[in-house]
Nanobody, 121 residues
Framework: QVQLVESGGGLVQAGGSLRLSCAAS????????MGWSRQAPGKEREFVAA????????IYADSVKGRFTISRDNAKTTVYLQMNSLKPEDTAVYYC??????????????WGQGTQVTVSS
């Protein structure tokens, strides 16, 4: 069982930045692929970014490429999502997720409870 707890969401103006954090339980954190997804009101959940267990590989949705950066600190069992140049369309609940294997893309095995990000215009 893996428990994931997100933090760092909030309200920011367009063009601003936020950094989300996701603290994970488990002594084998470095073996998990980790990802972020988001869900806006009235829309389906969509993939945002993911990172491999040792951080060597990352993938991004086209909509965030060049603006968002995913990273991880295995010593702290934490994954981050640095979000720059935020746009109103980035407004959503952001979820941290993990795969027990090496696959970076969804579907994921475990999910956090989500953190709200609101970007005002």
């Amino acid at each position: 069982q893996v428990q994931l707890v997100e933090s760092g969401g909030g309200l920011v103006q367009a063009g601003g930045s936020l950094r989300l954090s996701c603290a994970a339980s488990g002594r084998t954190f470095s073996t998990y692929a980790m990802g972020w997804s988001r869900q806006a009101p009235g829309k389906e959940r969509e993939f945002v970014a993911a990172i491999s267990g040792l951080g060597a590989r990352t993938i991004y949705a086209d909509s965030v490429k060049g603006r968002f950066t995913i990273s991880r600190d295995n010593a702290k069992t934490t994954v981050y999502l640095q979000m720059n140049s935020l746009k109103p369309e980035d407004t959503a609940v952001y979820y941290c997720a993990s795969n027990l294997g090496s696959r970076l893309s969804p579907p994921y095995d475990y999910w956090g409870q989500g953190t709200q990000v609101t970007v005002s215009s």
